[in-house]
């Protein structure tokens, strides 16, 4: 194969891992939105019944250390990056964990609104970074200003359409500080999928 070839097979598995990823983000803000609408013992039945098909995939994984035809044909499905696949549990997995964790100890509106900012704000910020990519952040070469702008400017509209839907309040001033904090704290690692949403929860429960 090509050297071509397979920086553009790269590429395209980069680009597939990185929608996947944004899927069960969506799919997660959705559980959200029915928690709204249902309550809060649908939102943490549904989201335990995702990470139980999750983790076994994982620690079938990390346990055979990558040999095992299982996990392999449920990564194919669901690719995880090569840096993943070292680790206990990948992106999707601590994502999982991680708002079970938040919808067990934070206010309802809070864990929604934490989401959306989260899921949007990033998506932008990989969107516009790529097709603008100027400016590059000095604190991280992957991330550009302009990217991050576009990542700001989603995270309020959708956080503002959130609210006016919803018929839930939070301030002008925190939602605006959660979307610049989260635009500006993306490190593009594995631990975004952690840090963010709760940083982000964290601001709108203090301002």
């Known amino acids: 194969m090509k050297k071509e070839d397979s920086v ?8 597939r891992m990185s929608l996947l ?3 069960l983000g969506f799919f997660i803000l959705i559980f959200a939105l029915v928690y709204y609408s249902f309550g809060y013992y649908t939102m943490l039945r549904s989201l335990i019944i995702v990470s139980l098909i999750f983790i076994p995939f994982d620690l079938i994984n990390y346990l055979s250390k990558g040999k095992s035809r299982i996990s392999r044909l449920f990564f194919k499905i669901y690719p995880h990056k090569k840096e993943e696949k070292k680790h206990l549990f990948g992106d999707g997995t601590i994502f999982l964990l991680s708002t079970i964790i938040m919808v067990l100890v ?13 899921n949007f704000v990033d998506p932008a910020e990989r969107v516009f970074g790529i097709m603008l990519p100027y400016l590059k952040l000095p604190w991280n070469k992957k991330k550009t200003w302009v990217g991050t ?7 309020i509209i959708f956080s503002i359409l959130g609210i006016y839907l919803l018929n839930i309040y939070f301030s ?3 939602i605006i500080t959660a979307s610049l904090i989260v635009a500006l704290a993306g490190t593009s690692s594995k631990w975004d999928n952690l840090l963010i949403p ?3 929860a964290i601001v709108l429960l203090l301002i």
């Open 8 to 15: 553009h097979l790269d590429r395209r598995s980069v680009s």
């Open 106 to 118: 934070l206010p309802k509106g809070v864990v929604i609104m934490s989401l959306i900012i989260f």
């Open 172 to 174: 002008a001033l925190s």
């Open 149 to 155: 702008a576009f990542g700001f400017f989603a995270g």
């Open 198 to 200: 709760w940083l982000s």
């Open 21 to 23: 990823g944004r899927l």
